[in-house]
């Protein structure tokens, strides 16, 4: 084995470390915050007029990590599972980091600019997707052009669903903001090729990402 390869091998297991240690630490936020219950969820979650009206802006990130109920919780915690067994070493835990950070930040825009009826949000599903979608960048890049394209399909359909026809019986009463998840996925994607847009323009120094 060449050193290149061995440097290569080695890149990938930091970043698959890296990445399981940052995606551990959110999946332990959301559950200590959700031993809080209600009075932690009220308080963190996003509402508009808080928002706007108080300017009470750490719920625009702390929203994505809180939950209505345990079912709302574990799902999400689940998704979060998915998330490190598809893409375990297609990012650095810096660019999931961003990752993340861009998904919300997106999610939080257009709340408040193209969704002012909607008066609270609590969940890390936007995100999740963001996640997906930014995973789907890298597949591209990283695995076969079938599996590529078939996630991606598979996102875009499941967007496409949602906002015609709204959520999946999975969902059951839990209310679910399906421009979340597009959001989300805006977010994920133009990280996402924020990082590929990186790898190109310095291979040599963006190779951690």
């Not at 999946?27 to 979650?45: I, K, N, T, W």
């Not at 808080?50 to 079912?71: D, I």
């Not at 052009?145 to 906002?163: I, N, R, V």
């Amino acid at each position: 084995m060449s050193d290149a390869n061995r440097t290569h091998i080695g890149d990938g297991a930091v970043r698959a470390a890296g990445g399981m240690w940052l995606l551990g630490l959110v999946g332990a936020a959301v559950v200590l915050l959700g031993m809080g219950g209600s009075q932690v969820e009220h308080v963190l979650r996003y509402e508009r007029t808080a928002v706007v009206e108080a300017g009470e802006y750490w719920r625009l990130l702390t929203a994505h990590l809180v939950h209505l109920s345990g079912r709302h919780m574990a799902l999400n915690l689940a998704g979060l599972l998915v998330i490190a067994v598809l893409f375990p070493r297609q990012y650095s835990p810096a660019a999931w980091l961003g990752i993340g950070l861009a998904s919300a930040a997106v999610i939080d825009i257009g709340f408040l600019w193209n969704d002012p009826e909607l008066a609270w949000y609590v969940g890390l599903s936007g995100v999740l997707h963001g996640a997906l979608a930014a995973g789907a960048v890298a597949w591209w890049r990283t695995q076969s052009k079938l599996f590529a394209f078939l996630l991606s399909a598979l996102l875009a359909g499941k967007l496409t669903w949602e906002q015609w026809f709204g959520t999946s019986s999975m969902a059951g009463e839990i209310p679910v903001v399906v421009d979340a998840h597009l959001y989300g996925a805006v977010g994920g994607l133009i990280a996402g090729l924020g990082v590929e847009f990186a790898r190109r323009l310095w291979p040599g120094k963006a190779r951690p990402l």
